[in-house]
């Protein structure tokens, strides 16, 4: 089976049970992947805890990446999540109830080889409801410099993965793997097995980790020559006594691919790019990824996300007639050419009120800023949003020519695109509690068309004129 790429959401044709013990708890585990309805996304379900809780597997309630993905809700929680939620994803598996009696998934081989090959078998179903897609606009990064990781994800019509790793091993080496549209992940990426270094394995063990490890579910590189004394150690971790080296690998005689370790980091970033919650249509680069960066790359393109979706609420017609002209908010505001920046006010109720500024090459501060690349100066945007909460707590007074309104702070102000000549700047205030004595506080947007440019929240006050004292 090749990697999803269809439009419609699908589901397991039949549910699929699996078993086996939690690479870090040791506990034997049951877990059963059920079909379920359009829409329903992947959701863990505890069942052998009270009232059967439930964790949707989204980027949002990942708590622990120590050596594996964990979420978590309220205290209840299912670790090493990344290779069954790599195998359902990648295989077109979209909405899926997954029962599992213990806090965490069974490791099988160390890879996701029996989940792929079960869905397989198994088959999908194809559902009556379109599929969510991230539709990647511009180029987004993540790195940790100190660690050498980066993660960038660029504009494209479809999903790929281009992943290199290099832990100055002399056994790993560099290497590299990718995955395209049309490659069979079953194939070419589920079979590759997790992995440790030697050095790694006394403090795992330590920290109370991997206690379900065992040479059939890891790949341990070994980078210096191992004594007597240390096999011997091994034996005991491991309980086995033919434990050997072979190629500056444990145990392991045969690779399933000579670039591996690096399939595997790409198994695990499908893993974990999947706590999306939909699909994305871009390309990725991945230096060194780990479940930390994975999943905090993920929170970021998800707050991404949540901004683009901000969109006007309330429709401007051009053809109606204002709540306020040019002239009406003159009579309001006392800001006069060059620096009156609003034209027209076309809605406002109680809790908020909606204006536009017609942006044009006249506007005086394009002479120098910039003259070969004219841009709506952000401050100017941020002032026309405080003259429209202006416009409003000015609206609700007698005489308003007597008063003038002063910005007490700005906070969480956010730019999002540029504002250039011939843009309608639609702009949006909301109180986000009431006016009292003559304070308010407000939440600002200005859009041009549907795409948010600015953000911001605002406290201003309403003070009397001096000569009106």
Known sequence: ?????????????????????????????????????????????RVDLENQPQIPALCEYVTDTSRGTT??????????????MSALWTMG?????????????????????AYAEAIRKTGVIVQDAERRFYEVREKQVYTIPEKGVAIVLYPDEEFSVSVHVDYNSKVVGNQYAVLIPGDDYAEKIAPCRTFVFLHELEPLFKMNLIKGGDLDNAIVVVENPVSD??????????????????GGYLNN??????????????????????????????????????H??????????????????????YKYNCRQEALYDINQIRELLP?????????????????????????????????????????????????????????????????????????????????????????MLQMEVELTAPVRRGIATAECRAFVGDTLVCQAE????????????
């Open 335 to 423: 800001h006069r050419f060059p620096f009156l920046l609003i034209d027209r006010v076309f809605h406002m109720d109680e809790q908020s009120i909606a204006g536009i500024k017609n942006v044009t090459a006249n506007e005086p501060f394009f002479q120098g800023h910039f003259p070969e690349e004219p841009v709506m100066p952000g401050v100017l945007i941020v002032e026309a949003m405080a003259q429209l909460c202006g416009v409003f707590v000015l609206s609700t007074v007698e005489n308003p020519k007597n008063y003038s309104t002063y910005f007490l702070r700005i906070d969480n102000v956010r730019f999002r695109h540029k504002v250039t000549p011939g843009d």
């Open 93 to 113: 598996v979209d909405n899926a109830l997954i029962d599992i009696d213990n806090a965490e998934t069974p490791i099988m081989d160390g890879s996701a080889l």
């Open 1 to 45: 089976m090749t990697t999803s790429s269809g439009t419609k959401q699908q589901t397991l044709a039949a549910p699929i049970t699996f078993t086996g013990k939690g690479l870090h708890t040791g506990k034997f585990v049951t877990m059963t992947v059920h079909p379920a309805d359009a829409d329903h996304g992947i959701v863990f379900r």
């Open 458 to 469: 605002i406290m201003a006050q309403m003070v009397q004129n001096k000569e009106q004292k």
């Open 229 to 246: 004394e240390q096999l011997e150690h091994l034996k005991k971790i491991f309980g086995k006594q033919d434990i050997r080296v072979t």
């Open 71 to 84: 979420i978590e809700i309220e205290g209840v929680r299912v670790s090493t999540i990344e290779h069954i």
């Open 253 to 290: 005689l045969q690779l399933r691919a000579n670039n591996e370790l690096a399939r595997h980091k790409l198994l695990d970033l499908l893993g974990d790019f999947a706590l999306l919650g939909m699909r994305i249509k871009g390309r990725v680069w991945a230096t060194r990824p780990g």
């Open 292 to 313: 930390f960066a994975n999943t905090e790359f993920m929170k970021q393109v998800h707050q991404t996300i949540r901004r683009e979706g901000i969109k006007p609420r």
